[in-house]
DNA sequence: CACGAGACCTGTTCGC
DNA sequence: TGCGAACAGGTCTCGT
């Protein structure tokens, strides 16, 4: 589930409440529990629920496919991974089948970390930075313009959605989105970095912003039984759509694999690299 | 350095 | 109907 528009939308729905409860901001938590340990990825289990009692959440933000606790003097860090998700719900709710770590709050509300895969991670720690600092630029950041993102692609060997994916590169990309991006923007997702011109990339980062605005207006996407509420799976152009018809031409989608991940293009739209001019 | 395979996990869906 | 294989939104580590 969770790349950016996901994690935006968690991030939101903790920053502001859901069905009527109150969010997060301002809230002391009481009281920590810890369902499974390797949740945690720092510190271990005791020093967590010892660390993070009485302490009050500021603020609830996102940074890649990161959301960002402030609750001074730590950050939590919470990375949902495959399966992850984050809710508020009453003090009186049944335990979830696969809560991972649960935050009692003051106000008779809890925070769950609910996890089917057992993927997802968090770090209670004063140094942030340590982690997020790994990340590459957020590709909705208002800053970043298409003669810089050149600069950054052009010098890449790196075939473009294996790249587009790295989070070192660009924070928040996942793999819908990056077909979805790669569509639009009428590129082969094969394509080495450095064959693709300045008009290209404009087009590409437009494409890239456009489908990750879209996600967060339609609240994400839910697929299968994995996280509930958004709509964006109803608008995908190619992510699962193999065999359909291409929206632009008619041409059947069609799925490969590139760098262990399915994939899915147009081979009309979206031609092939020609290999002899690499 | 680039790339691929395997690991980490549980659950659903597909093919026989 | 049953059962194993394939597949699933992500990332890390190790080997070539």
Known sequence: MPELPEVETIARTLRLG???LPGL????????????????????????????????????????KYLV?????????IHLRMSGDVRIEPLSTQQQKHDRVILLLDNDTRMAFNDTRKFGRMWLTKNPERILDRL????LNILLQPEEFYACLHPKKKMLKPLLMDQSFLAGLGNIYTDEALYQAR??????????TLEQTKHLLCAIQSVLTEGIARNGAS??????GGTFQNHFKVYRQTGKPCQTCGSPVCRI?????????CPTC?????HREV
């Open 18 to 20: 859901s069905n009527g």
């Open 25 to 64: 901001p301002g809230r002391t938590i009481t009281q920590a529990l810890v369902l499974w340990e390797r949740t945690l990825a720092e510190p271990a289990s005791q020093e967590f629920l010892n660390a993070i009692q009485g302490l009050t959440i500021q603020t609830v933000s996102r940074r890649g």
């Open 69 to 77: 606790l402030e609750i001074p003097p730590f950050n939590l860090l």
């Open 136 to 139: 590459g630029i957020d590709p």
């Open 187 to 196: 590129l082969h997702p094969t394509l080495r970095a450095n064959s693709i």
């Open 223 to 228: 697929i299968d039984w994995v996280y509930r």
């Open 257 to 265: 694999i590139v760098g262990q991940r399915s994939t899915h293009y």
């Open 270 to 274: 979206q031609p092939e690299p020609n």
